[in-house]
């Protein structure tokens, strides 16, 4: 029987099996940020502990930092502190870090394949649960929490039981203006958020292997919107094409590169490969999704109603009642009737020049609308520069948007980027939770082109007929 | 860690389903840098009105649950976002137990807890106990009925026991690591480095490609 892409990686990291059936796993890579990581540093000074392999360790600063020209003055003295705190623990104890201000600082899941530290056949941990999004390149890649950040730091290795495997095979080739995330949104849609728990999910089908590696790096960086620790891609020439393409400064020189091109083309899973499920999806038929509700489920085509509260598979009616009540929306209503607020265009899920360019394109010789306030926050400071010499940086201000500097920004609110009370707004993040955005604040999960059509008609619209009209 | 043996407590409901950590403890909380201080912040957008008041619309701040130790909710508890915030304002807040059923949906079955939440827990002394919905049912209908209602987890034996006025059993499954790190309250390093050696051997021979 053949063997697939996730047992591959596996079974070559495993130390040492336990008696109880789990498993003592081998870390490749450990990215590090400023918000789950002080307490696992001061674990370590407190029992007095070092940390096994430094040089495997990198860290940044994403999800406090300032988006604003003035950034590097830190209004907020908590936000600071941390900060502060990530820095002088990288002093401390020997790890490179990219902090506010360096030219390679970013959203920790953009820069990782950037630096080329995110590569084929690794595990690969981060304190971050959207660590998921490198599986993009066949690495195996979750998020942990701070005990468990602390002890990577500490013994290079976690304790973990093996999950199930479990194949989305996406068919089919997807019309014009439907993304990898609207794949991945139709996905959570069916399996629900907690479809994937307990599995690693491998995506695969015509429709995956078209896929840029900035569009796969898209569908599992929401993998964990569905439960699942871990979404993979097996690596193609599109993965080392992108390794091999910029001057990465972690990926193998040129006198390691043929062994390591070896290795990573025998990782693919196997053609007679099993898994514990699967599931296959057509996309030739998938329409632009938006989120209606309060989790990355309850997600619908633009041009469906939304759902009666007792309609909905898998969610009580007292859910749903919960959900529609907190997003001010009512069932019969269709989202092309519903006026947005804010547009927010970044996050881990969709910051990359790829998603930046497709956003350009709608905003090109357009213009939001007025009461919309419209944000375009790139993932990296890399990302910014490119964009800024391809002119898309002109295309965003010329329709009104603040073009920001890179940071985990408005998806999640931790710097001063929020959302108000009952603000409604379009966003390429990848969680619509209640407060999520800023306390009181309602968010709609939709694509990069979906969101900058929603800041020009200051509603959401079909981008499939709104762009021709 | 404290050890996690035997507890009996004040029974709370909190029915709503896939509650996630953003819930559990918002952003704003999570800027600290110690491990200390987040019980009172406990699903502080839920608990608090605008003003810094307890919230009487919020079901867990009924006054029926004052010195609660033990929660039930519903499924997926804990999804979304890794921080182990969650976990600390939980333990903070007071709670040694949560309840939450596997549901079934299309012939397959939903664990109760989140992945991530569910092992930052175990690390935390905090018991995850994932039932069958019928049962978390039992134990809502029984907890709306008797006020203070007390139940009874025993982790040796893998039994949670409602004191209701007809007192019910159910026996839980637990992993064999899961259960044995919090009856000795065991440090999961420590554990670990019992292996150096295997580590050592390990890196010997494998390929990181830095």
Same mark, same amino acid.
């Given at each position: ?469 | ?119 930052? *827990?175990?690390?935390?002394? !905090? +018991?995850?106990?994932?039932? $069958? ?5 039992? &134990?809502?209908? /029984? ?12 982790? *040796?034996?893998?039994?949670? !026991? +409602?004191?209701?006025?007809? $007192? ?5 499954? &637990?992993?064999? /690591? ?33």
């Amino acid at each position: 029987m053949g063997i697939t892409l996730f047992d591959k990686i596996w079974s070559a990291h495993v130390v040492r099996d336990l008696p109880d059936g789990t498993s003592l796993l081998y870390i490749d890579r450990h990215l590090v940020h400023e918000v789950t990581s002080p307490q696992a540093f001061e674990g370590l000074r407190l029992a007095g502990r070092r940390i096994r392999r430094p040089e495997l360790t990198f860290a940044t600063m994403d999800h406090n930092v300032p988006t604003t020209p003035d950034r590097l003055d830190i209004a907020d003295p908590v936000s600071r502190a941390q900060m502060e705190a990530l820095k002088a623990n990288c002093d401390e104890f020997g790890i490179p870090l990219y902090g506010l201000g360096d030219e390679r600082q970013g959203i920790v899941h953009v820069i990782g394949p950037e630096l080329g530290l995110t590569l084929p056949g690794l595990t690969i941990v981060c304190g971050d649960s959207h660590t998921s999004t490198h599986g993009a390149f066949g690495a195996l890649a979750f998020g942990i929490g701070t005990s468990e950040v602390e002890h990577v730091l500490v013994t290079q290795t976690l304790v973990q039981r093996k999950p199930g495997s479990f194949r989305v095979e996406f068919t089919g080739r997807p019309g014009p203006h439907i993304f990898s995330k609207d794949m991945v949104l139709r996905m959570i849609g069916l399996i629900g958020t907690a479809g994937g728990t307990g599995y690693v999910l491998e995506y695969g089908g015509e429709a995956v292997r078209a896929l840029s590696m900035e569009a796969r790096m898209s569908i599992c960086n929401m993998s964990i919107e569905a439960g699942a620790r871990a979404g993979m891609i097996a690596p193609d020439e599109t993965t080392f094409d992108y390794v091999a393409r910029e001057k990465r400064p972690f990926a193998p020189g040129e006198e390691d590169f043929e062994r390591a091109l070896s290795h990573w083309r025998s990782l693919p899973s196997d053609d007679d490969a099993l898994y514990d499920r699967t599931l296959t999806i057509d996309t030739a038929a998938l329409a632009p999704q938006v989120t209606w509700g309060t989790n990355p489920g309850m997600v619908i085509d633009v041009d469906q109603v939304i759902p009666e509260p007792d309609d909905l598979p898998g969610y009580s009616r007292e859910d749903v009642t919960k959900a529609l009540d907190y997003m001010g929306l009512s069932p019969g209503t269709r989202l092309t009737d519903v006026d947005v607020d804010v547009v927010f265009i970044g996050s881990c899920t969709n910051s990359r020049i790829e998603d930046l360019r497709q956003a350009a394109a709608v905003l090109d010789g357009r213009r939001k609308a007025e009461h919309v306030e419209l944000l375009v926050v790139p993932g990296s400071e890399q990302v910014r520069r490119q964009a800024e010499a391809e002119g898309l940086d002109r295309i965003f201000k010329d329709a009104g948007a603040q073009w920001r500097f890179a940071g985990c920004s408005m998806c999640l609110g931790m710097n001063p980027d929020q959302l108000r009370p009952q603000q409604r707004c379009a966003s390429t993040s990848n969680r619509n939770f209640e407060g999520r955005q800023g306390k009181g604040g309602r968010t709609h999960l939709v694509s990069p082109e979906m969101a900058a059509a929603a800041a020009v008609a200051g509603r959401f619209v079909d981008i499939r007929t709104w762009l021709e009209s | 860690m404290t050890p996690f043996t035997k507890h009996r407590g004040i029974v709370a409901t909190l029915s709503r389903a896939n509650v996630d950590t953003d819930a559990i403890i918002p952003k704003q909380f999570l800027k600290s840098i110690k491990r200390t201080g987040y019980g009172p912040n406990a699903f502080f957008d839920w608990r608090y009105t605008a003003d810094g008041q307890p919230d009487p619309k919020f079901e867990l701040n009924q006054d029926r649950f004052a010195g609660r130790s033990i929660l039930a909710t519903r499924n997926n508890f804990g999804c979304g976002s890794s921080r182990e915030h969650a976990v600390w304002a939980l333990a903070q807040d007071g709670y040694r137990v949560i309840i939450a059923p596997w549901v079934e949906r299309d012939g397959k079955r939903l664990p109760g807890f989140a992945d991530i939440f569910r092992s930052n *827990t175990t690390k935390n002394g !905090i +018991l995850a106990i994932e039932l $069958p919905e019928t049962d978390v049912d039992t &134990i809502f209908a /029984s907890v709306a009925e008797h006020h203070g209602l007390e139940a009874t987890v025993d982790l *040796t034996s893998q039994q949670l !026991i +409602l004191h209701s006025p007809e $007192p019910a059993v159910f026996h839980f499954d &637990i992993e064999t /690591s899961a259960k044995d790190q919090l009856l000795k309250g065991l440090d999961g390093i420590d554990l670990t480095l019992a292996h150096a050696d295997a580590i050592d051997r390990f890196e010997r021979d494998h390929e990181t490609w830095l």
